[in-house]
């Protein structure tokens, strides 16, 4: 299922009306800002922003979470920093705590170049060895992206100490994605001197205070790379939904936050004027099969059974009201990438039937766990696969967990 989301600030236009179009026209999301950002002004030092997160992270080590702006990312990533970020006017990635990045004409190696004076927050340096320990560190804790890491690379060298040379298994142009994510996020080698781990990163925040499932305090850095933040400080919380997130930011309680599956309160945002970044994600919701030995899920019946008994559309209904994006392509309309000609898996409820029977005179008993986070939107669309599968067959628990 396609997702949209929405980051958000608390800044409305005069007349209360968004100057962005909210309007779903042939049931592609626009991607781009929304809002009135004609009226910038001059910066100044202080405040204290808060911002409400979509799944506040339980951890604050990267290995051990999943860096997506919706699952903690956001936060980690402004007190670790990546090596480079997407420049979504320019459309292309570009150094953030690196000072360059080049590539060779095939695309199979990528050059990072490493900025002078650049340091962790306990002061150590941020040199070559330092991101090579935590590319390290990431892939070996074998989370999120790490698999893809291991997929595409074939080296790491660090010819001095402000260089870091990657050398792909085969040329790959978006192979910035990787250090825009996960892996980019680079974790000081101090940060695990005493035996258990401490967040101590490039970014240009520190943590002072973290409380999990209630607030993550940050502090800005006076010698941080870029420069110090204006700001006095980062105030990261829980919100309960999409809907109370909007409104709390309507009502001053937060100052940004991250709207996430529920499109019906990313329009309301967008006319109500608040400013923004909307974006569509193609396989933004998903369902993922365990197919580890001994779980139906090993049974590829069992998998083609789940996929063609769920209605995208359905879940759709139920969960966004029938006005978000639904479909199971990769790549849905309003994504650069959608092609026409590449369809997702089509629901057949007869043929999942057919499937499921076929597994179950094998000996499989029909039984399902279905994971899902404690939050409106994905309780809703939990309840709504669990009706679809019981239809078709399945005996479907669900179960709730409350973070990511």
């Known amino acids: 299922m396609s997702i949209g989301a929405l980051a958000l600030t608390a800044c409305a236009s005069a007349d209360g009306q968004g100057s962005g179009d909210s ?11 929304v809002g009135d950002r004609a009226g910038e002004g001059d910066p100044v030092d202080g405040g204290v922003v808060t911002y409400g997160s979509y799944g506040f ?40 705590l690196a000072a360059g990045l080049e590539s060779s004409d095939d695309g199979q190696t990528w050059t990072v170049t490493l900025r002078d004076g650049a340091t962790f927050s306990d002061g150590t340096p941020v040199d070559s060895a330092a ?26 060298e660090t010819p001095d100490a402000k260089t870091v040379v990657i050398r792909l298994q085969r040329p790959w142009t978006d192979f910035p994605v990787l250090l ?24 240009p925040f520190t943590v002072t205070r973290f409380a999990p499932n209630e607030v993550l305090e940050l502090a800005p850095r006076a010698d941080y790379v870029g420069g110090k933040p204006r700001l006095a400080g980062l105030r990261f919380v829980p919100t ?28 309301s ?19 993922m099969i365990n197919q580890r030995e001994g779980r139906p899920g090993a049974d590829v019946r069992v998998r083609r059974a789940i996929a063609l008994g769920i209605d995208p559309e359905a879940l759709n209904q139920r969960v966004n009201g029938g006005k978000g994006p639904a479909g199971s392509a990769m790549f849905p309309e309003g994504s650069k990438w959608h092609n026409e000609d590449v369809q997702g898996v089509t629901y057949d409820p007869d043929q999942a039937r057919e499937l499921l029977s076929q597994a179950k005179a094998d000996g499989y008993n ?22 679809a599968l019981n239809s078709i067959g399945f005996d479907v628990e669900v179960a709730y967990a409350n973070s990511v």
């Open 131 to 156: 991101v090579k320990w935590s590319l390290d560190r990431y892939v070996a804790a074998k989370r999120d992206v790490a698999q893809v890491w291991t997929n595409s690379v074939a080296g790491v």
């Open 57 to 96: 992270p339980a951890t604050l080590d990267p290995t051990k979470t999943l860096m997506a702006g919706s699952t903690g990312g956001t936060e980690l990533a402004a007190i670790y920093d990546t090596l480079v970020r997407y420049d979504f006017e320019k459309s292309q990635y570009v150094p953030q």
């Open 180 to 203: 825009a994510a996960g892996p980019g996020v680079i974790v000081a080698p101090s940060s695990e001197a005493s035996g258990s781990f401490t967040p101590i990163g490039a970014g």
């Open 366 to 387: 029909g039984k399902l766990t279905y994971v899902a986070i404690n939050e409106e939107a994905s309780r809703q669309g939990a309840l709504a696969a669990q009706a």
């Open 269 to 287: 945002a967008i006319d109500a004027g608040l400013e923004g970044y909307r974006d569509l994600q193609g396989l933004g919701a998903i369902g």
């Open 240 to 267: 309960a939904n999409a809907q109370g997130m909007f409104e709390s930011i309507r009502s001053g309680e937060l100052n940004a936050g991250y709207l996430y599956r529920n499109t019906e309160v990313i329009d």
């Open 23 to 33: 309007a779903n026209a042939g049931g592609a999301y626009a991607i781009g800002y």
